[in-house]
């Protein structure tokens, strides 16, 4: 049971398509996250956006672009991308507070992205 | 910067066995740590969090302690089942710097912990 929810959960894509992954959080919460997970690497921080501004870029290629419409709804759209972006895309999101110490992340099940 | 250095796996053993993780972290003031699972084919989830110097934080029967003076996050659990099988990530709260309040987690490299039967 998960407060984020992430379609699609597998999609194979060509290197000349285009195509969006969508993540929503029931949780109230006002801030959200993009996370790369591939095989060989450690889990990659792409982008944060605290009510919808987008607030951290970790050097992401200009082929992700991320979509923030509203504090429960988070995209990442995918245009010309390359096989080694085959990876396992995660979403979180979290609450701000001043109080760190109340500071959690929440993940969905992340959508597990093929390109051929 | 900051950073979370976990040890590899994978770490294999046999039900009800003892369990210990290591994770280490280098971190300028005192950030939040925590212990996220994720098991085969799902996201991660929240396992147990420690928010300031020998806290101990606990969770269906893992624990670890913040240990400011070793810089450590051990993880442990007494008595490992099947079920417990996974990949576990050390991780620690760092601010994002904008002016605003947003944090974000720094991850470790994960481990995979092999229970069996």
């Known amino acids: 049971e998960t407060g984020v929810t992430q379609t699609p959960r597998h999609l194979v894509m060509g290197m000349t398509n285009k195509k969006s992954l969508k993540c929503e959080q029931h949780?109230?919460?006002?801030?959200m996250y993009w996370y790369k997970q591939s095989a060989k690497k450690p889990l990659e921080l792409m982008f944060v956006?605290?009510?919808?501004?987008?607030?951290e870029n970790n050097s992401v290629p200009s082929r992700f672009s991320p979509e923030c419409p509203n504090s429960s709804h988070l995209f990442l759209h995918l245009h010309t991308l390359q096989p080694e972006d085959s990876a396992l895309y995660l979403c979180?999101?979290?609450?701000?507070?001043?109080?760190?110490?109340?500071?959690?992340?929440?993940f969905g099940p992340g959508t597990r992205l093929t390109v051929t | 910067g900051n950073s979370v250095t976990q040890m590899e796996g994978p770490v294999t053993l046999s039900e009800e066995a003892f369990l210990t993780i290591n994770c280490t972290y280098t971190?300028?003031?005192?950030?939040?740590l925590f212990w996220y699972v994720q098991y085969p084919g799902e996201g991660l989830q929240l396992l147990l969090k420690?928010?300031?110097?020998?806290d101990k934080g606990s969770n269906k029967g893992f624990e670890a302690t913040y240990r400011k003076e070793t810089t450590s996050f051990h993880l442990e659990k007494g008595s490992v089942q099947v079920s417990d099988s996974a990949v576990y990530f050390c991780?620690?709260?760092?601010?994002?710097?904008?002016?605003?309040?947003?944090?974000?987690?720094?991850f470790g490299t994960g481990t995979l912990l092999a229970v069996q039967p």
């Open positions: 979180a999101s979290s609450q701000d507070k001043l109080d760190r110490r109340f500071y959690e992340q929440y």
């Open positions: 949780l109230g919460h006002n801030a």
């Open positions: 956006y605290s009510l919808e501004e987008r607030v």
């Open positions: 971190a300028t003031g005192y950030p939040s």
């Open positions: 420690a928010t300031k110097a020998d």
């Open positions: 991780a620690l709260s760092e601010e994002v710097n904008y002016g605003g309040a947003t944090n974000k987690l720094i």
